[in-house]
């Protein structure tokens, strides 16, 4: 209100200036007239508005941006910085309506935004003069939410103040108002200045409670707060009370509560600080206020608005002038104690910045200040369009409300703004700023041109400036030519002045300066430029020039044409320049300074010419006149209505003149104005102005202005006015309401400006005046403070005096004066009216019954006052009441009693007293409270109950007004002995209590009655309760532990004596701890385990999951339905010993020497071991250090010590050794740790592996080597001696090789000289020993000789290599390569595999390119001459990566899955390692890296019951394997099993408000429970809803659900969860009665009832599917199971030797259709199995083909000797074993290469697109990589014998093969079934397509006949497909080295047998090749 009149009135006073007025008619920049409060704060159910309107001229656009930046505000020096854009609208939260208002509309508390709901928002108002911004506005939504109060007790000594808080949570604490207290639920409280003398409630919130006594512990203390966004009322939940100490004895000095008290209130709301201290005696208070100056301590005098009440300092209606620091002194004997009060008032800000409109000239000073209201002022900020501005070089502050602009230029018009701002608060003020008279401004210039004649040209030309200019153009100084070619246009747009010249045709004469010239009536601009035409020189005419005597002439010859060479000025026929004065410029601009009428005058001629020499002329006359001189004047001093004139007179000037007047710039108009201008008649030269009046308009500065052709001149003078002070609002008497805001106009107008002052009367006296002064400081801005604070003088004069109070009632003079006349002065009354108000809002009295009750109000204000009285809203009994009302005599007000006689408890109840004047109402409320005895306790309810003792409350509804002082409790048992009554005394500050050393199993009658200072009240109704059972008294017996693993202690113990079970008992916990090592007793917890009651009293439980070889202390108690009982004497197992979990730490080596290394390291950690450790053991190997593929032994050696510290003893030279160390117990290994590597020491090398010596020629011979197999070293270098064996025998100085080179050619040998030669190698430590040596004589034959060696190579697949054959020998050697023995076909090669053909090079080596697996043998190069042959051989390996592992699971747990594997062939490269990769069923892959040294793995840490895919990979150095076949393994555990439910007792606990629930007796069906769900809902609950408990229970003994009904029926659903699922258990119990008694027979197992009802509803059997279902299927089976079974007899009686193969015929056809979907066919092996050994070791797994594309047509198998047979092993030497294989139909030919797929990928559910995967796998691939070629199907991995999954392939080929059918034959025809009886079509047409013809159907191939590997003695058992054809299949044999090519040939038939046996008779081992 108060901010809204300052605005008002200041606008008021504003609105008076001409600047405003003008900005009226000539358009307004933005004005924010409407704008919302700095805070806004609303809740989400109501939604909020922020509403914003501005004014302005053309029409103001309304946004919202969000606030940013210094203050909120955008930093910028000019504006032009890009300002943050409006807020988008946000669908469903934020709205930006069509008037400029921002809606927010409500929404959920999910839809919380923060920065829609928590931001800061500003209106922005925006037109084309400016932009403006509005306060910043802080918004914030407030979800609403439940919450409660609470009132903190207080501790307080007898007879001093006890303070009673309201705790409000932090969350609402913001948005809650204590309004009102509550004492006992009856007496309520309010805030009020003087209190009643016993409590005196804060405005804060806190309640007094003075002197406090015993009575008042009593007492509950109830607070009411009301949430002022939502105006929702609530009371504390939970009540306060007081608790009285007595008072110490002796003197106890002040003690203060709080000694550092800050407030902030809002002026004129009510202030008391509390000065609360502690203290014996009571002490005196003295108050203090701190002065900001001088920093001394004022005391304080108590007055009207401030006084001191009981420590307590109130302050009414507080003003800001209150703000600073108070001091309170409390002091008695004892001692003194200060507390120190911050006050902090504040009021609304306000801002107003004058001028309102500014019109400055440009480069003048602007300069606005801005006037600031409300408390505290903190920061003052200045924009200018939206943007800070900062101090700078035009930008100025002078203190921070003014500020200054500086040189004003154009960019400095727009809207000027000031905010004020601080913590809370926030305002802004606008101005504008206008450009004054502005002289003209080019803008834009047109440019020099160079053009030839003919084109049209356009010249611009824009001007700015105010007035708006006008713009004309000259031709070389001249006007521009009248003719059709040239156009001039001007227009101004938006304010600039646009003006262009168009010329048409362009023609020569046209050429010259042009000159642009814009005039207004400030200044002018000018700008010039050439136009060049190329032509002719020409001259234009010129018109007469008119110059001005005494100044400089400049005349521009209007030359055309383009090049001129010269121009030339003639005065007559003499050459310019004839003197000083005159100058000539070579642009041809004449120039005469100081110009003489008598001289200079006349004709001047311009002469122009080419460097051609054409010439042109022109003449212009110059007339030299005399400019305008006036004479100067003065208006002198003037008052108003006197006359004036005043004479223009221009003493000099030629002929013709003219003279005009002008006031402020602006032409005299003398028929709008009362001023007159005359001109003198005969007298050309004068000009009269007169005015018959003047007055304060007529002001200002009159300007003459004489003109000529030559010059114009002006002349101007001030005409002041001075007009004495006149009233323009005359001050009136003024009558105003206590508090309200209250302006006294006193206006005046008058020149100079008056000067106002204001006085107020002393007292009612005339005369005696006190000046009402402003502050110091306060000299700038529209509001001026005055002395005391609550005054200020505004602008126009007028005197605001905010929150009028009583003593501004009075006399007020205003006096203005301007020393012009005696000046104005008036007398005014402020008379202030004070409403009716109570001091004291509420009080309490007390009276007995039957005496006479007096209450007293008193009200002051403004007589007259009217009083009535109410009770509770109603109207008084008069018969027994009497009212009194009496006129105070020192003040305004009135005194009212109401007396009551021969009161009675109805009399009871609130009071009000009701008071009211002219000027307003107010109420007081009296609690009267008619003491008596107290009324009986009701509603005595049980709490708890228990085998000895009982919990019980009542309610005490009426306390007779008087405080109870006690109740009396008495209780006896309805049977036996313990019948007597007895009591117990309850302080009457409590309803509840305890009655114990009760007997179990007992009823009990209880009453209860209550006691005050009156008397006893009337007792209570009886409560009947019965106690419970009790524990067990007595532990389990016959505890005994006994340890059955490393991780598993088995428990048994009998049951307690029967007669101290107190109860039947439930079950049993079985506790144990971990006992730690010199532990004391109890120092570490038990955890329990419940073990249901197993029926009997002999129990036991085995304790699983325990820590390795460690004690534990095992303790059992019994529990029944109350409880556990003792626990049993501690028992002490240790779990047995383990191998260690953890490696040995810190692994260190050393190299010793160059055959000995150094190794140490630490044990394993303490808590890894699990046992003792009996030694380490180190396992060690040499690793390679390169990719060479020649390998040195690497097999792993091992060394066990007990020591930590041993050396390595016969290690090889110079090698790097890993590793690795573990340690041992008695149990058995531990984990390896990680590897370490160290290289023994350098020595000297071994010999080189070999040496030849060669002769070339009869006297050159040859020494080649090969490198040290030893080297020991890095070869430096080799020694190569030459001895000649003659007479003297000497040794020759070796030569010297590098160690790159490995040959040596001797030269100039001599015949029949024998000579000797070896070879030695060096390393950096020394020479090692030589080769053997070698000798040889010099002869004339040079036989044929190899220099090259062979040996063992070993290479990577699909690597070139290269086998050198380098041949010496005269005459040129014959080569000749050998693979296997026979001669090599370069075209048909030993591996009929390969793409590319073998080569021979010129030297003679053998380049194999890309080589294969099947390329492996001996090549053998054989050179031949007629003297000799020689031949080496070379035994080629490749390596491939590692075949796919067996996998298979061993075991599980139910965190844990053990697998086991074998490797099969490792692709002739040592595995590196296994990476294993598992994932849960619908879980990520997940992979783990496995040591190449194990071949088993433990995958721990998985889920419990939850199946896991698993599959392995080995690799090598040359890749990864295929992976295996993905086992589905699932770890032990399911979900929860139901609970024991056969019993209600064994798993519910019912009370009679709660149900409680032993969870610890779920089973949890292996796998922990993680949490339970618990539901109820009541029975015959009308909506039926479940109820939740919790959703979130963990594990626990026992869980109670809360707050039900007593002896009430409740349905439950408890649902179990653990990793493996969730269980539901339905139950049905009942809560017991209020006395204890319940019935267990109403507790059953709700799955009971469901069975039941769903036994009623099952249909009848002939109708249950579940039950026919299963009987059709099974007569439907039992036919087939006996067809079945004649068949196979009858395919046995067909012949004994076929019985295996028919039962795998039959098995294959059981399984085909299952298997029928995944395209792949089914093919059956039958062996015979070999024993199983006792142990289960998975090494001893019949390696079987795992595809049926392993199998080649023609298979190689070793057959072993025939060991001696084991007793048990004859028995089941003859078992077969049928084995599965899964195969690609299509290869079913005979002699095509069949290749390995690769395993599954990662057991993806098979499919249509896992088919057409598969199919595209098997497609031709020809380009691949390395790594892809050994994981694709073509991979090269084959098996090693005796060891590998899948048969090896001969390389040996029918010679009568089609050589296309080496090719692989793939076909994308589909896969087609093993089992089916036809041949296959797929083969024939794969022949076909190949040209091949197909012989007779006899020679289709369904499939190659399987042979398995590893065939035990000498018997092989095999399975052949059905032939299409005739003729009985034959089976082929013969050893493979044999050099015998004969098959020994076996037929059979192929329609009785699809199997076979062969009978190999072999007296030792050796390798067969089978075919079909």
Not at 302 to 321: F, P, Q
Not at 539 to 550: D, K, L, Q
Not at 736 to 757: D, M, R, S
Not at 1714 to 1728: L, M, P
Request: hydrophobic share 35%.
């Amino acid at each position: 209100m108060l901010c809204t009149t300052r605005v008002v009135l200041l606008l008021a006073a504003a609105l008076t200036s001409r600047d405003v007025l003008a900005a009226v008619l000539e358009g307004q920049g933005p004005m924010i007239i409407v704008e919302p409060p700095a805070r806004l704060e609303f809740t989400n159910s109501s939604g909020t508005r922020l509403d914003c309107t501005a004014q302005g001229s053309p029409a103001v656009s309304v946004t919202w941006s969000a606030s940013v930046g210094l203050n909120g505000l955008s930093s910028s020096s000019s504006g032009s910085q890009q300002q943050p854009g409006p807020v988008p609208n946000v669908p469903g939260l934020r709205h930006q309506l069509l008037n400029g208002s921002l809606l927010f509309l409500p929404f959920p508390a999910s839809a919380y935004r923060p920065d829609v709901h928590a931001s800061a928002y500003r209106c922005v108002a925006t037109n084309s003069v400016g932009r403006v911004l509005g306060r910043e506005v802080r918004l914030k939504a407030v979800v609403l939410q439940q919450y409660e109060l609470r009132v903190k007790g207080a501790l307080v000594s007898r007879g001093n103040t006890a303070v009673l808080r309201c705790q409000v949570p932090s969350a609402v604490k913001d948005y809650l108002t204590v309004t009102s207290w509550l004492q006992d639920d009856t007496f309520n409280i309010y805030p009020s200045s003087d209190g009643d003398g016993k409590f005196h409630m804060l405005p804060s919130g806190e309640l007094l409670v003075l002197n406090v006594d015993s009575s008042d512990v009593y007492s509950n203390y109830h607070c009411r707060a009301t949430h002022r966004l939502s105006d929702e009322t609530l009371v504390s939940t939970i009540p306060g009370k007081i608790t009285v100490t007595e008072t110490p004895r002796g003197v106890v000095p002040p003690r203060a509560f709080e000694r550092n008290v800050n407030l902030e209130v809002k002026r004129d709301e009510l202030v008391i600080l509390p000065c609360i201290v502690d203290s014996n005696p009571q002490p005196e208070y003295r108050w203090f206020m701190l002065s900001d100056t001088t920093g001394q301590m004022q005391p304080l005098h108590d007055t009207e608005h401030r006084y001191r009440i009981n420590g307590l300092l109130v302050l009414h209606r507080a003003r800001a002038a209150d703000s600073g620091r108070y001091i309170c002194v409390a002091n008695n004997t004892g001692g003194s104690e200060r507390v120190e009060f911050g006050l902090l008032v504040t009021a609304p800000l306000g801002a107003h910045v004058t001028p309102s409109h500014a019109t400055v000239d440009l480069g003048r000073s602007a300069e606005f200040v801005c006037a600031t209201m409300g408390h505290p002022v903190k920061t003052v900020a200045w924009a200018k369009d939206g943007n800070v501005l900062r101090d700078g070089h035009r930008v100025r502050f002078v203190g921070r409300e003014r500020l200054q602009v500086l040189n004003v230029q154009r960019e400095d018009q727009g809207m000027y703004q000031c905010f004020v701002k601080n913590d809370h608060d926030m305002a802004q003020s606008t101005a504008e700023l206008r450009l004054g008279d502005t002289p003209p401004q080019l803008m834009y210039k047109f440019i020099q041109q160079t053009i030839q004649p003919g084109p049209s040209v356009s010249l611009k030309c824009i001007a700015a400036g105010n007035p708006t200019p006008s713009i004309k153009w000259t031709l070389d100084g001249f006007p521009l030519p009248q003719n059709e070619r040239f156009l001039i246009g001007q227009y101004a747009p938006h304010g600039d002045v646009i003006s262009h010249v168009n010329i048409s045709a362009v023609n020569v004469e046209d050429g010259g300066t042009y000159e642009c010239i814009a005039t207004n009536r400030v200044g002018d601009a000018r700008h010039r430029a050439q136009l060049n035409v190329y032509g002719l020189p020409h001259v234009r005419s010129m018109p007469e020039i008119s110059a001005v005597a005494g100044e400089t002439l400049y005349v521009a010859c209007p030359v055309a044409g383009y090049p001129i060479d010269s121009i030339k000025w003639y005065r007559g026929d003499r050459l310019l320049p004839i003197n000083r004065r005159h100058l000539v410029f070579k642009n041809g601009t004449l120039v005469i300074e100081k110009l003489q009428a008598n001289q200079d005058g006349g004709s001047y001629t311009c002469s122009a010419s080419n460097k051609q020499g054409n010439t042109a002329s022109g003449m212009a006359h110059i007339n030299v006149m005399v400019p305008p001189a006036i004479t100067p004047f003065t208006f002198g001093e003037l008052s108003q209505g006197e006359r004036v004139k005043v004479t223009c007179s221009v003493k000099r000037g030629d002929m013709p003149l003219s003279i005009s007047w002008s006031k402020d710039r602006r032409p005299i108009v003398e028929h709008a104005s009362d001023v007159r201008v005359t001109d003198v008649a005969d007298d050309s030269y004068s000009s009269i102005l007169a005015i018959s009046s003047v007055t304060s308009r007529h002001s200002g500065n009159y300007t003459c202005v004489a003109r000529n052709p030559a010059k114009e001149t002006a002349y101007t003078a001030e005409l002041v006015v001075t007009v004495p002070p006149s009233w323009v609002v005359e001050p009136e008497n003024k009558d105003a309401k206590l508090g309200q805001n209250v302006v006294l106009n006193c206006q005046v107008e008058g020149f100079p400006k008056p000067t106002i002052a204001w006085k107020k009367a002393l007292g009612y006296k005339p005369g005696e005046y006190s000046e009402l002064r402003p502050m110091e400081g306060s000299t700038h801005g529209p509001i001026h403070p005055v002395q005391g604070g609550s005054m200020q003088l505004l602008i126009n004069g007028s005197l605001l005096i905010e929150s009028v109070k009583q003593e501004d009632e009075g006399r007020y003079l205003c006096e203005a004066s301007n020393g012009i006349g005696i000046g104005l002065s008036a007398v005014i009354t402020l008379t202030v009216n004070a409403p009716v108000q109570f001091k004291i809002r509420s009080k309490k009295e007390l009276v007995r019954r039957g005496s006479t009750a007096k209450l007293q109000c008193k009200a002051s204000g403004d007589n007259p006052i009217m009083v009535k009285w109410q009770k509770e809203n109603s109207h008084l009994d008069i018969h027994s009441i009497s009212i009194k009302n009496s006129t105070l005599t020192q003040e305004n007000g009135l005194i009212s009693e109401l007396l009551i006689y021969d009161t009675k408890r109805t009399d009871s109840g609130v009071y009000t007293c009701f008071a009211s004047n002219d000027f307003g109402h107010d109420q007081m409320a009296i609690h009267l409270l008619v003491q008596d005895a107290p009324a009986k306790p009701t509603n005595l309810r049980i709490l708890e109950y228990e085998s000895r003792k009982v919990t019980f409350e009542w309610n005490q509804e009426q306390d007779g007004n008087s405080p109870i002082t006690r109740y009396v409790v008495s209780y006896r048992a309805l049977h036996g002995v313990g019948s007597q009554v007895s009591q117990q005394v309850v302080d009457g500050s409590q309803t509840s209590t305890t009655v114990s050393n009760l007997l179990p199993d007992t009823s009990y009658t209880i009453q209860v009655a209550a006691e005050n200072q009156l008397g006893v009240g009337e007792p209570s109704d009886e409560l009947q309760v019965r106690t419970s059972d009790e524990q067990p008294s007595h532990s389990p017996q016959d505890l005994m532990v006994e340890a059955r693993t490393s991780t598993q202690l088995h428990v048994s113990w009998n049951s307690p004596p029967v007669d101290t079970w107190n109860g039947q008992l439930l079950g049993y916990y079985v506790g144990h701890r971990e006992m730690m090592s010199n532990e004391r007793a109890g120092t570490n917890q038990y955890n329990f385990t419940t073990v249901p009651w197993p029926g009997n009293g002999k129990a036991e439980l085995k304790m699983d999951n325990l820590k390795k070889f460690t004690k534990y202390c095992i303790v059992v108690q019994a529990f029944n339905m109350k409880g556990a009982g003792p626990t049993s004497t501690e028992v002490v197992a240790q779990t047995l010993e383990d191998v260690p979990e953890a490696p040995p730490r810190d692994l260190h080596c050393a190299a010793s020497t160059s055959e000995s290394i150094e190794v140490n390291w630490q044990p394993p950690p303490d808590d890894k071991v699990h046992g003792v450790i009996q030694g380490y053991r180190l396992y060690y190997e040499a690793v390679e250090d390169s990719f060479d593929l020649y390998q040195i032994d690497n097999s792993a050696q091992s060394k066990m010590t007990k020591s930590l510290t041993t050396v390595l003893h016969g290690l090889l030279k110079y090698t790097n050794y890993s590793i690795q160390v573990l340690s041992f117990t008695h149990v058995g290994e531990g984990v390896r740790s990680t590897r370490i590597y160290c290289r023994t020491k350098e020595d000297v090398p071994g010999p080189p592996a070999d040496v030849r010596l060669l002769a070339t020629s009869q006297d050159t011979a040859l020494v080649t080597w090969l490198p040290p197999k030893q080297p020991n070293g890095e070869i430096q270098k080799y020694y190569i001696y030459v001895r000649v064996m003659d007479s003297t025998g000497r040794k020759v100085e070796p030569k010297v090789v590098p160690s790159s080179s490995f040959e040596y050619e001797i030269r100039d040998l001599r015949k029949r000289h024998r000579y000797e030669v070896w070879v030695a190698a060096l390393t950096r430590v020394g020479e090692g020993p030589g080769t053997p040596v070698s000798s040889f004589t010099p002869t004339n034959k040079v036989s044929a000789a190899i220099a090259s060696f062979g040996g063992h190579i070993v290479v990577a697949s699909r690597k070139d290599v290269r086998l050198p054959c380098r041949a010496v020998g005269q005459p040129e050697p014959v080569r000749q390569w050998l693979a296997n023995g026979r001669p090599l076909n370069l075209q048909h090669s030993a591996s009929e595999q390969r793409s590319t053909p073998l080569q021979i090079l010129s030297d003679g080596t053998l380049l194999m390119a890309s080589v294969l697996r099947t390329d492996g043998g001996d090549y053998t190069c054989v050179v031949t001459n007629e003297h000799g042959k020689d031949q080496i051989t070379y035994q080629l390996s490749v390596q491939v990566p590692p075949a796919t592992p067996l996998l298979h699971s061993t075991g599980s747990s139910s965190s844990s899955i053990q697998l086991q594997w074998k490797l099969g062939d490792d692709g002739g490269s040592p595995v590196k390692g296994f990476v294993l990769h598992y994932k849960p069923e619908q879980g990520e892959w997940t992979e783990t890296r496995v040591d190449r040294h194990h071949s088993t793995f433990t995958l721990s840490g998985l889920r419990c019951g939850t199946q896991y895919h698993v599959y392995l990979v080995a690799y090598n150095r040359l890749g990864s394997s295929p992976s295996s076949v993905v086992l589905k393994e699932r770890t032990r555990g399911s979900k929860p099993l139901p609970p024991p439910l056969s019993a209600a007792d064994a798993f519910l606990v019912l009370n009679a408000t709660k149900i409680g629930l032993r969870l610890e007796s779920w089973p949890d069906g292996g796998c922990p429970i993680v949490y339970f769900v618990v539901e109820f809902v009541p029975v015959g609950s009308a909506t039926g809803e479940w109820q939740v408990a919790s959703n979130n229970v963990q594990p626990q003994r026992l869980f109670f659900i809360n707050g039900l009904n007593p002896g009430s029926k409740y349905r439950l659903r408890v649902i179990a969860h653990n990793a493996a699922g969730s269980t539901t258990a339905n139950l049905i119990a009942t809560t017991t009665t209020t006395n204890g008694f319940h019935d267990l027979s109403a507790t059953v197992n709700a799955n009971d009832a469901e069975r039941n009802r769903n036994d009623l509803e099952r249909p009848p059997l002939h109708r249950d599917v579940k039950v026919v279902a299963p009987l059709a299927i099974s007569c439907l089976a039992i036919p087939l199971s006996l067809l079945s079974v004649c068949f196979c007899l009858k395919k046995k009686n067909a012949g004994g030797a076929s019985s295996a193969a028919s039962a795998a015929s039959l098995q294959n056809h059981s399984n085909s259709a299952s298997e029928s979907k995944s395209a792949a066919q089914q093919y059956y092996a039958t062996v015979r199995k070999p024993p199983p050994s006792p142990a289960p070791d998975f090494a001893t797994l019949e390696c079987i083909p795992e595809y049926s594309e392993d199998i080649y047509p023609y298979a190689t198998f070793h057959v072993p000797p025939p060991p001696a047979p084991a007793p048990h092993e004859e028995a089941m030497s003859t078992k077969l074993q049928t084995f599965v294989y899964r195969g690609i139909g299509a290869e079913l030919m005979q002699g095509a290469s069949f290749r390995h797929l690769p395993s599954p990928p990662r057991a993806k559910p098979q499919g249509p697109k896992s088919d057409r995967q598969k199919r595209n796998r098997c497609k031709l691939k020809t380009d691949r990589r390395e790594s892809e070629e050994y994981d694709s199907f073509n991979s090269e991995s084959d098996t090693e014998q005796g060891t590998s999954s899948r048969t090896e392939s001969s390389n040996q080929l029918d010679d009568n093969l089609h050589p296309a059918l080496n090719a692989d034959l793939l076909y994308p025809g589909g896969l087609e079934s093993s089992t089916s009886t036809e041949p296959s079509p797929i083969a024939e047409r794969r022949l076909r397509a190949l040209g091949i013809k197909t012989p007779n159907k006899s020679a289709r191939y369904g499939m190659p006949p399987m042979i398995p590997h590893n065939a035990r003695h000498s018997t092989t058992s095999f399975m052949a497909p059905k032939i299409g054809g005739g003729g009985d299949p034959v089976a082929k044999v013969r050893p493979v080295a044999s050099r015998n090519l004969q098959d020994n040939n076996k037929s059979f038939s192929p329609n009785k047998q699809r199997a076979g046996q062969l009978s190999v008779i072999s007296s030792k081992n050796a390798d067969y090749s089978i075919r079909v």
